[in-house]
Nanobody, 137 residues
């Protein structure tokens, strides 16, 4: 059974940091590209970060980020733990959303991070159930 389980969300004040985790199982971690997406109430789901992979070390492809989080968020992956992380620094109230981890078989990161709404839902192979991040001003 494929599983992607996010954790690490919570309530923080503007300027603070959070680290999200996505523990995966049920598929070959090294064959997949991973993206973090978010969806705020009343808004479409959008890609925020992606880490590409064509081998088992995530070392050959650069990460991609949306403009809204570039310089503040960092995506990383631990192949041994089958886990993907999203370090979020200098959080802003507009970062408030449910954050989802998703995986696609060897997908290109610039495409993944640009996915929105139904394109994202259709374009990624597996999704987690999300973790809520709330940033107060």
């Amino acid at each position: 059974e494929v599983q992607l389980v996010e954790s690490g969300g919570g309530l923080v004040q503007a300027g603070e940091s959070l680290r999200l985790s996505c523990v995966t199982s049920g598929f070959t971690f090294g064959d997949y590209t991973f993206g973090w997406f978010r969806q705020a109430p009343g808004k479409e789901r959008e890609g925020v970060a992606c880490i590409g992979n064509s081998d088992a070390t995530f070392s050959r492809y650069p990460e991609s980020y949306s403009e809204s989080v570039k310089g503040r968020f960092t995506i990383s992956a631990d192949n041994a733990k089958h886990t993907v992380y999203l370090q979020m620094n200098t959080l802003k109230p507009e970062d408030t959303a449910t954050y989802y981890c998703a995986a696609v078989f060897r997908g290109p990161c610039p495409v993944v991070v640009s996915m929105r709404s139904q394109t994202a839902l259709n374009g990624m192979d597996y999704w987690g159930k999300g973790t809520l991040v709330t940033v107060s001003s």
